[in-house]
């Protein structure tokens, strides 16, 4: 294994970061590197390369003790940059084990978030934070996550999802982020024994054995049946692999003065340049992008963290600069101070890349052979945006966050089999659940439209949804599933599977039956790509 395979990326720190290629770090990391380069607030970190996925992948072991040794010597330059010892009971270094393709796969690849949490370390962290809170809640993190992730548990079906379910109806209250450590630690407690009744195995104590089989879950996540589903509809079969980065953890469920998100410098739909983000106070990042969570919509952004909020147009206008196109970025806030956890290319409808290409190139923020490259691969001719005939809609059922743009109406299918199914028959498909998960790309990949009970804007599915320019609605507070039953309640209205409805985006409403629709286009934005891709052939 070759110190070239290896990368630092030392945020905010004198040490400058070594940066390779995009093919050699992923996506992510290489991103990091170039945040952290123009000052951006970014957590240290290291990045084994993506040749060691390629490597793991063609059968070559690296469960050895060359990758332990070469994991240590990563984490004592780790515990330098941050004044922090991993496994230390006292000043405990708790770190994150991220993936990181070469092409932007949302959701597709695993995370372990919380690594080097122990019986010793969680004191540790007490001690650092006077917060019982914020301990017992990542604790319980890590151990459902590495079962998950790690030992290949279905958390979807498994009495470890139930854990939180039951804590929650016990305690009287509808969010985790509302329990206090007491909870917290019986919960924890609870997951333990689960873990070793679910994988046969005590949790591991030894932080550097949690780091080491973490990475090995993210370079096994590859070939995940998810991951290999995204790839094949995105023709992707030629990448090489991810990169795995192992960066210090930022707390954004430190209280009342933390949170995470996730936000686009431009609304992602329609291009406009707008705020679009979600955020979760007292939350860490899965919660936003992980689909299950209820979300603000940005709200408590603005009531309780006024200057992180003033100072979100200066960094998206730094991050499009430094970019030169709309971003989508991940940020976490501890006790009031910003941190850049991620950035990429925005997933975006085709009407939102046609406005984004003309928009920037007229703030110069890209040339016009370069608006003119990202013009020529859209269907100009097709682009648009589908709504209501006016007045032919009854009374809608219920209403819900709008996370694209467009209406359609489909048969409801209640899972990915289903929905495939009728697809394939020809029919118009509206994939109905309770969240929408990534594991769900097929049923994404098949639907006309996609409605959830949970979820928001930017979570990884919606995220898919978008870029494959599905009519989405998530956060529907009056859709119920019961699944078994194969039927759904939207409003007060009872739905068999293969019910007809109609999913309004640009209005954030649900009705009954087929309303039709037609296409309104742009044609003031068609113009000036037209006269955009006219300019550049001169």
Same mark, same amino acid.
């Given at each position: #294994?070759?110190?070239?395979?290896?990368?630092?990326?030392?945020?905010?720190?004198?040490?400058?970061?070594?940066?390779?290629?995009?093919?050699?770090?992923?996506?992510?990391?290489?991103?990091?590197?170039? #945040?952290?380069?123009?000052?951006?607030?970014?957590?240290?970190?290291?990045?084994?390369?993506?040749?060691?996925?390629?490597?793991?992948?063609?059968?070559?072991?690296?469960?050895?003790?060359?990758?332990?040794?070469?994991?240590?010597?990563?984490?004592?330059?780790?515990?330098?940059?941050?004044?922090?010892?991993?496994?230390?009971?006292?000043?405990?270094?708790? /770190?994150?084990?991220?993936?990181?393709?070469?092409?932007?796969?949302?959701? #597709?690849? !695993?995370?372990?978030?919380?690594?080097?949490?122990?019986?010793?370390?969680?004191?540790?962290?007490?001690?650092?934070?006077?917060?019982?809170?914020?301990?017992?809640?990542?604790?319980?993190?890590?151990?459902?996550?590495?079962?998950? /992730?790690?030992?290949?548990?279905?958390?979807?079906? =498994?009495?470890?999802?139930?854990?939180?379910?039951?804590?929650?109806?016990?305690?009287?209250?509808?969010?985790?982020?509302?329990?206090?450590?007491?909870?917290?630690?019986?919960?924890?407690?609870?997951?333990?024994?689960?873990?070793? !009744?679910?994988?046969?195995?005590?949790?591991?104590?030894?932080?550097?054995?949690?780091?080491?089989?973490?990475?090995?879950?993210?370079?096994?996540?590859?070939?995940?049946?998810?991951?290999?589903?995204?790839?094949?509809?995105?023709?992707?079969?030629?990448?090489?692999?991810?990169?795995?980065?192992?960066?210090?953890?930022?707390?954004?469920?430190?209280?009342?003065?933390?949170?995470?998100?996730?936000?686009?410098?431009?609304?992602?739909?329609?291009? !406009?340049?707008?705020?679009?983000?979600?955020?979760?106070?007292?939350?860490?990042?899965?919660? /936003?992008?992980?689909?299950?969570?209820?979300? =603000?919509?940005?709200?408590?952004?603005?009531?309780?963290?006024?200057?992180?909020?003033?100072?979100?147009?200066?960094?998206?206008?730094?991050? !499009?600069?430094?970019?030169? =196109?709309?971003?989508?970025?991940?940020?976490?806030?501890?006790?009031?101070?910003?941190?850049?956890?991620?950035?990429?290319?925005?997933?975006?409808?085709?009407?939102?890349?046609?406005?984004?290409?003309?928009? #920037?190139?007229?703030?110069?923020?890209?040339?016009?052979?370069?608006?003119?490259?990202?013009?020529?691969?859209?269907?100009?001719?097709?682009?648009?945006?589908?709504?209501?005939?006016?007045?032919?809609?009854?009374?809608?059922?219920?209403?819900?966050?709008?996370?694209?743009?467009?209406?359609?109406?489909?048969?409801?299918?209640?899972?990915?089999?289903?929905?495939?199914?009728?697809?394939?028959?020809?029919?118009?498909?509206?994939?109905?659940?309770?969240?929408?998960?990534?594991?769900?790309?097929?049923?994404?990949?098949?639907?006309?439209?996609?409605?959830?009970?949970?979820?928001?804007?930017?979570?990884?599915?919606?995220?898919?949804?978008?870029?494959?320019?599905?009519?989405?609605?998530?956060?529907?507070?009056?859709?119920?599933?019961?699944?078994?039953?194969?039927?759904?309640?939207?409003?007060?209205?009872?739905?068999?599977?293969?019910?007809?409805?109609?999913?309004?985006?640009?209005?954030?409403?649900?009705?009954?039956?087929?309303?039709?629709?037609?296409?309104?286009?742009?044609?003031?934005?068609?113009?000036?790509?037209?006269?955009?891709?006219?300019?550049?052939?001169?």
């Amino acid at each position: #294994m070759s110190l070239n395979e290896i990368f630092f990326i030392a945020g905010g720190k004198d040490r400058p970061a070594r940066q390779g290629t995009v093919e050699e770090m992923g996506f992510k990391a290489y991103n990091l590197g170039r #945040m952290a380069a123009i000052g951006l607030n970014v957590p240290s970190a290291f990045v084994l390369g993506t040749a060691y996925c390629s490597r793991y992948a063609a059968g070559k072991d690296l469960a050895d003790r060359e990758l332990r040794t070469l994991l240590q010597a990563q984490i004592d330059l780790l515990q330098t940059a941050t004044g922090r010892v991993f496994g230390d009971a006292r000043n405990p270094l708790l /770190v994150s084990v991220r993936s990181g393709a070469p092409v932007s796969m949302p959701g #597709m690849l !695993e995370t372990v978030l919380n690594v080097g949490l122990n019986e010793q370390t969680l004191h540790g962290l007490l001690r650092q934070t006077g917060n019982p809170r914020l301990a017992w809640d990542s604790y319980r993190r890590l151990v459902q996550m590495f079962a998950e /992730v790690v030992h290949g548990v279905d958390v979807g079906v =498994d009495a470890l999802a139930a854990v939180l379910d039951e804590t929650l109806k016990v305690e009287g209250i509808d969010s985790a982020r509302e329990l206090d450590f007491l909870a917290m630690r019986k919960m924890t407690h609870r997951l333990l024994d689960l873990f070793r !009744e679910s994988t046969g195995d005590d949790f591991p104590q030894d932080p550097l054995t949690q780091l080491e089989q973490a990475v090995l879950a993210v370079f096994r996540s590859w070939n995940s049946s998810k991951a290999a589903e995204y790839r094949k509809l995105n023709h992707l079969e030629s990448v090489v692999g991810t990169a795995v980065t192992v960066q210090q953890m930022v707390f954004g469920n430190s209280g009342s003065s933390s949170g995470s998100g996730v936000g686009f410098t431009r609304d992602p739909a329609t291009g !406009e340049k707008e705020p679009y983000l979600d955020f979760l106070v007292n939350a860490q990042g899965e919660d /936003v992008v992980g689909g299950r969570s209820p979300m =603000d919509a940005g709200d408590d952004l603005v009531a309780r963290f006024p200057e992180t909020w003033a100072s979100m147009s200066t960094l998206q206008n730094i991050l !499009e600069r430094e970019f030169a =196109d709309a971003q989508d970025f991940e940020f976490t806030v501890e006790n009031n101070t910003l941190y850049l956890l991620q950035t990429r290319a925005a997933k975006r409808t085709p009407l939102a890349a046609a406005r984004i290409a003309v928009e #920037m190139a007229e703030e110069g923020i890209i040339d016009v052979a370069e608006a003119a490259r990202r013009l020529a691969a859209l269907d100009l001719d097709s682009i648009g945006n589908d709504e209501l005939t006016p007045g032919a809609a009854d009374a809608p059922l219920a209403s819900a966050i709008g996370a694209s743009a467009g209406a359609v109406s489909g048969r409801i299918a209640l899972g990915v089999e289903q929905a495939k199914i009728y697809a394939a028959a020809g029919d118009a498909v509206v994939l109905v659940r309770d969240d929408i998960v990534t594991d769900d790309v097929a049923g994404i990949f098949a639907a006309a439209g996609i409605l959830t009970h949970s979820g928001g804007r930017t979570s990884h599915a919606a995220v898919i949804a978008r870029q494959m320019n599905k009519v989405c609605l998530v956060g529907c507070a009056a859709l119920s599933v019961d699944g078994p039953g194969r039927t759904c309640t939207i409003g007060t209205q009872k739905f068999y599977e293969g019910d007809v409805v109609t999913l309004d985006a640009n209005h954030g409403l649900i009705y009954a039956g087929a309303i039709p629709s037609r296409m309104i286009r742009p044609e003031r934005l068609l113009d000036k790509a037209r006269t955009l891709l006219a300019q550049a052939r001169r």
